[in-house]
């Protein structure tokens, strides 16, 4: 060292110190990679950088020990060097300036600023590093090897468990996370489409159900003629078939099938009942999402909802659920349900048969849906007893006025979205 100039020890310091910026930002990076973006680039294996890197990360103390190794190797011999330097320059009494100064230097030029362009931009500097960390890896992998195996022993004595593995699965919430911060790299649309799937596991047959005073279907019972007035007539490709009451069903059977038939005028009661198929029941608090691939297991479109005790609540279809995810298959919200009526004051009037659901997710509004399922359920709970009309409430910051009442269910109410007081 004594016989190298002093201007070459400031040009080896110098080349120290980048080397410690590379190996500071390189850590930096690697660590601040987006591991799923990560997983992608690495399986098209167009981008070798990211295939490097990501072998790298799957044995990440084998990395660390590496960029360690190095890291502290160059700084221990910059310190040397600036000692030297020191020394040459003022004497023993230069030494305390010396260090002084280069750890000034080290941890701007270094350390903070590397490591806040590798965090800004990990990508840039990661890739090109593990090109030159993976066959560096393989020349030093005894001596990492053995400082691996020496600080797992010392985390080993302080208990840390070495065989625990990260989880880096992401769960429902911190995938909405995800979804909702993708910006404009998903439209908002496929966005809503996104959340609304993971919201399937949170919603059950029962919230979405027709209810069971609204099913449309053939009585066996009837008149025949009023059999063919409902099926020529019917809205719906499939109806159920029962004798007397929904609890009595026999199954259910394709309109397509009768009309077949009826074209030919062959169609009879016979026939009718040789058109049935089984029908398919289903418990009321099943997930939506279980349902979803309940009905694809089992080739149906739709189902009856039954309670504990196996009586029919309701049907739910496929549709239904499909619904959920992409919304109503009708364009104009206010008038695709029959249910909600708008008025020329911008206030809305609501049947009490309504399904709350159903109104929040066609008008984007927020009423409470645990609880009751149907507006009318709604208004009686918060007021704990039958009201008369001209009754006011407020509900969630909607206000509500009781207008029409029938016996002891409230048939209309007005709800008013634009008063509504934000909590």
């Known amino acids: 060292m004594q016989d190298i100039p002093l201007s070459g020890l400031f040009a080896l310091l110098f080349l120290l110190l980048l080397l410690s910026a590379c190996f500071s930002s390189s850590e930096t990076g690697l660590m601040a990679l987006n591991r799923y973006r990560l997983r992608h680039l690495a399986k098209n294996k167009k981008n070798h950088g990211a295939v490097k890197a990501s072998k790298l990360l799957e044995k990440p103390d084998r990395l660390i020990g590496l960029i360690l190794l190095g890291n502290n190797f160059v700084n221990i011999l910059a310190s040397s060097i600036a000692t030297i330097i020191a020394l040459r320059i003022g004497g ?23 490591k806040t362009v590798a965090a800004l ?19 030093l992998y005894p001596i990492v090897w053995v400082v ?35 910006g404009a790299l998903i439209p908002k ?54 004798r007397d009451d929904i609890n009595q069903i026999k199954g259910f059977i394709h309109i397509r ?44 479109r739709i189902g009856l909802v039954v309670d504990e005790y196996g009586d029919i609540e309701g ?29 020329q004051d911008g206030s809305f009037l609501v049947d009490g048969s309504a399904n709350i659901r159903e109104i929040n997710r066609l008008m984007k509004w927020n009423l409470p849906t645990k609880g009751p399922k149907t507006f009318n359920g709604l208004i009686l709970e918060h007021l704990e007893n039958i009201p008369e009309p001209g009754t006011s409430m407020l509900v969630n910051g909607y206000p509500i006025e009781i207008v029409q009442i029938n016996g002891s269910i409230v048939k209309t109410a007005r709800i008013s979205p634009a008063l509504r007081k934000k909590k």
């Open 92 to 114: 023993e009494g230069a030494i305390a300036i010396g260090a002084g100064l280069l750890t000034l230097v080290v941890l701007i030029f270094s350390e903070v600023a590397p």
């Open 257 to 300: 099938n009768v009309l077949n038939l009826l074209a030919q005028k062959r169609f009879n009661m016979e026939n009718l009942e040789e058109m049935i198929r089984e029908p398919y029941f289903v418990p009321e608090a099943t997930p939506l999402n279980t349902q979803l691939l309940n009905f694809q297991r089992q080739e149906r």
């Open 315 to 343: 049907l739910v279809t496929l549709e239904d659920i499909l619904e959920e995810i992409v919304g109503e298959f009708t364009t104009d919200p206010a008038t695709s349900i029959k249910d909600i009526h708008p008025q």
């Open 148 to 182: 691996n195996i020496l600080a797992n022993g010392v985390l080993r004595i302080a208990g840390v468990k070495m065989d625990a593995e990260s989880n880096v699965n992401l769960s429902a919430e911190e995938l909405r996370t995800v979804v909702n911060e993708a």
């Open 121 to 139: 931009y990990p990508e840039k500097i990661a890739f090109p590093a593990a090109l030159i960390y993976y066959p560096l890896l393989k020349l």
């Open 189 to 242: 649309r496929h966005q809503s489409m996104l959340l609304s799937i993971l919201d399937l596991e949170k919603v059950t047959v029962e919230d979405i159900m027709v209810p069971r005073n609204e099913i449309n279907g053939i009585d066996l019972n009837d008149d025949w003629h009023e059999i063919i007035e409902v099926l020529t007539h019917s809205q719906h490709t499939r109806l159920p078939v029962y």
